[in-house]
């Protein structure tokens, strides 16, 4: 340290001419530079470095956000994670079974549907062979193809399988695998076709008929003949003429069907089922199937006879008005009415005066069928008296005329 700030100094002996003795000393100096001279000296280089640094950094920014914005779709983070909450809870929420696999058959997927048909909990390191052992779903996955609806059994269960192969710009990148429980789908092909509700009047019917054919053998074997014979009278003929009634008026034979099987039901219950005089089907109205119709009545129907089983004076009346462009049905029944405040709830889906499991659908399930094709349906209840239900698709036809 000199007088002058920081210096490097260098000394070097002078010797005399026979080099034997030091005669002097030069010194050499050098001021050291200072933060502030290297500034002076070098600051249009720093400025020219921090300009060129300064437009290579937001050029290789925008690059960068760039191709990241592409992979991402042009999505924001915040945006990316709650398109990731939103896909998980639709997911879960699902009423099918979904299992999604990588192309080496790793589990990355799994819903809780999918975890309760299988029994296996998702842990992230699963393989489907693991979940599926001794089956064909294995074996599938390694073939990429498509299957629809492939009925496969695990747990005591039958359930149908779909997988569909996913591919990324034409690379397999796994599969997605559905499982739907069998026996929910045939119940619920069973309640939209109305095949149901047609099946338990059939069966009904034939329950009727055998009480009866019993009575009647009965007493032949007592000798009572003249007896049997006038109950087999009396059974054939009101059968003979409701059925020629239906012939006549339904031209439709599945509802005439499901109204002599619901007779015969309603008679098991005690109940009087009568089909008023002025009606008549001459042809599906359009924009219905005939299950719908099926459901529709059977319903109905189901309802008016159950709301009457306690009930002292037991009767259900039923109009149907039906032509292509219209349809009329009215179902009065003697019943117990509906509560004040209610008339609405009724057609929620679930709820149901009986509160049994599996029950509360039929009238929700009406309700979207008559709206889907721009009808109306109502509730007139008397109180404690009975109820009057009407499903009016088109114009309304009045009584007595045949459309």
């Not at 159950?306 to 003697?334: P, R």
Request: aromatic fraction near 8%; include cysteine; hydrophobic fraction near 40%.
């Amino acid at each position: 340290m000199g007088e002058l700030g920081y210096a490097i100094r260098a000394f070097v002996p002078i010797m005399d001419e026979a080099g034997t003795h030091q005669v002097g000393v030069a010194v050499v100096g050098i001021l050291s530079p200072t933060f502030q001279s290297l500034v002076k000296d070098y600051q249009s280089d720093l400025l020219v470095s921090l300009v060129w640094g300064l437009l290579i950094g937001i050029g290789g920014s925008w690059f960068l956000a760039t191709n990241v914005k592409k992979q991402t779709y042009q999505l924001e983070p915040y945006e990316i994670g709650r398109l990731f909450e939103e896909r998980q809870t639709i997911m879960q929420t699902l009423d099918t079974g979904i299992i999604v696999t990588d192309d080496k058959g790793k589990i990355s997927f799994m819903n809780k549907l999918a975890e309760e048909y299988t029994g296996y909990t998702f842990s992230g390191q699963m393989y489907i062979s693991e979940v599926f052992t001794r089956s064909w779903i294995t074996e599938q996955l390694l073939e990429s193809e498509k299957v629809i609806n492939k009925p496969v059994s695990f747990n005591k269960t039958m359930y149908l399988v779909s997988i569909y192969p996913i591919f990324v710009k034409k690379d397999f990148m796994g599969s997605l695998i559905i499982l739907k429980n069998r026996s929910e789908i045939h119940q619920l092909g069973e309640e939209l076709t109305g095949v149901k509700s047609l099946v338990s009047a059939l069966r009904a019917q034939n329950h009727e008929y055998m009480n009866k054919l019993h009575s009647i053998a009965g007493l032949i074997q007592l000798d009572r003949t003249d007896e049997a014979l006038e109950l087999l009278i009396e059974e054939t003929s009101d059968e003979e003429n409701m059925i020629q009634f239906l012939r006549d008026r339904i031209d439709h034979y599945p509802i005439s069907g499901l109204i002599l099987g619901k007779r015969a039901r309603a008679k098991e219950m005690g109940v009087h089922l009568w089909i008023h005089e002025d009606s008549y089907l001459n042809r599906v109205v359009e924009g219905f199937s005939s299950g719908d119709l099926i459901t529709l009545i059977g319903n109905l129907l189901d309802n008016a006879i159950e709301s009457c089983e306690d009930a002292v004076l037991k009767e259900v009346s039923c109009l149907i008005q039906g032509g292509n462009n219209s349809l009329y049905i009215m179902v009065e029944d003697s019943g117990k009415g509906i509560p004040t405040g209610e008339s609405e709830l009724v057609f929620q889906e679930g709820y149901s005066s009986k509160a049994k499991e599996g029950r509360g659908f039929g009238l929700a399930l009406i309700k979207s069928i008559v709206e889907a094709n721009q009808g109306e349906i109502s509730i007139t209840s008397k109180g404690t008296n009975g109820t009057i239900m009407e499903i009016i698709v088109g114009q309304k036809i009045g009584v007595g005329d045949d459309g």
